[in-house]
């Protein structure tokens, strides 16, 4: 079929404008539900840093599925951590996301990698960014070392 | 490119507002529904799959949705596409956020090609969402229905019409658009547009 092009209405447009509640007050009240629920978020990433320190012990037993599980609850993490305080954390999940998608291109898994990953991620959760050297030393290591691993082009 | 102007002294009026949030991990869905509240939306409806989801748009309209990428069922990309070929234009035509957590240039080119309007990379801010939300009331996208793609423009840069066809207005731009600037794609981002399949790891 030929392409069509249409306006269709935009029922959003309607809902911006100098009425209702503004940017400042609508994030600052967010931030504040946010708050609310930090120990249900802390309890969250500890939860999914469980997960992955048992699922690595496991690795051995199945290691798609497991990749899988690993993958998840990093990208978990990686998703809420800075929210509630962990940058890093954050970042060094989002780092362990990318080491572990390497394992789909041929580069295989580095159980090490993944070991220094999970290690860096345990003492990121205690820091909660509190000393900027330690936790710039340990994103920095994590970095390199993603770097190394990245497979070649 | 779109201008989509300042946000800093909009307002929100959500007073009836509907959203959907499509996600299934709860405490994710909590964070999302939060920041929502924060902003004064009413209406918040959650679900855990594709498939409620599509049984939930079909009963009652929705303002925005937030769909998560990774779903269990179905995953979000295939969700949206599903919901662009709606014949119900409540459907077709909702304004849709894809949230991704680790998320790669192929993503983004898949997130953009399956119809959604935005992609939000987590953990996903008050300042960020509430700033999109206005984008996208602003934006003046054209909506395409062919064969192969149905959604909002995906070109950001508008150059008219095809040479050649109908609707061609003399200021539309040039027909050349010069030498690409930006660099090479990867490898892996090219095999994102030929494969985009989810990484089974």
Redesign the interface.
């Given at each position: 079929m030929p392409a069509t092009f249409t306006t269709p209405p935009n029922n959003l447009a309607k809902r911006v404008g100098s009425k209702g509640v503004s940017r400042s007050s609508a994030i600052q009240q967010a931030e504040a539900n946010i708050a609310s629920m930090r120990d249900d978020g802390v309890a969250y990433i500890d939860e999914n840093l469980e997960i992955l320190n048992s699922t690595f012990l496991s690795l051995p037993d199945g290691p798609a599925d497991v990749i899988e599980k690993l993958y998840e609850a990093s990208d978990s993490i990686a998703g809420t951590a800075a929210l509630f305080g962990f940058n890093s954390l954050g970042k060094a999940a989002y780092s362990l996301c990318q080491l572990l998608s390497y394992a789909d291109r041929g580069a295989g898994l580095n159980r090490p990698a993944v070991k220094a990953h999970l290690d860096g991620m345990q003492m990121l959760r205690r820091f909660a960014d509190a000393d900027p050297a330690a936790t710039k030393m340990i994103l920095d290591n994590l970095s390199r070392l993603l770097a190394h691993l990245a497979p070649k082009r | 490119m779109i201008k989509l102007g300042a946000?800093?002294?909009?307002?929100?009026?959500?007073?009836s507002?509907n959203i959907l949030i499509v996600e299934d991990?709860v405490?994710?869905q909590?964070?999302l529904a939060?920041?929502?509240?924060?902003?004064?939306v009413p209406g918040i409806q959650r679900r855990s799959t594709a498939d409620e989801a599509l049984r939930a748009t079909a009963v009652e309209a929705f303002?925005?949705a937030l769909i998560d990428a990774?779903l269990k069922d179905t995953d979000g990309y295939q969700l949206i596409m599903s919901m662009r070929r709606s014949e119900q234009?409540s459907i077709k035509?909702l304004?849709i956020f894809l949230l991704c957590?680790?998320v790669?240039r192929p993503d983004v080119m898949r997130a953009r090609d399956c119809g959604a309007n935005f992609v939000l990379s987590?953990?996903i801010?008050?300042?960020v969402?509430?700033d999109r939300?206005?984008w996208?009331?602003?934006?003046?996208r054209?909506?395409?229905?062919?064969?192969s793609y149905v959604g909002p423009?995906r070109r950001f840069k508008s150059f008219g019409p095809p040479v050649g066809t109908a609707g061609r207005r003399h200021d539309d731009l040039s027909a050349h658009v010069g030498e690409a600037t930006g660099e090479n794609m990867?490898?892996?981002a090219i095999d994102g547009f030929f494969n985009p399949s989810k990484?089974?790891?």
């Open positions: - | 946000t800093s002294s909009v307002k929100l009026d959500f007073a507002a991990k405490s994710e909590d964070i939060q920041i929502l509240m924060g902003f004064g303002d925005l990774s234009a035509h304004p957590g680790h790669q987590k953990p801010s008050p300042q969402l509430f939300i206005v996208l009331a602003r934006a003046k054209i909506f395409v229905e062919s064969d423009d990867s490898q892996d990484v089974s790891l």
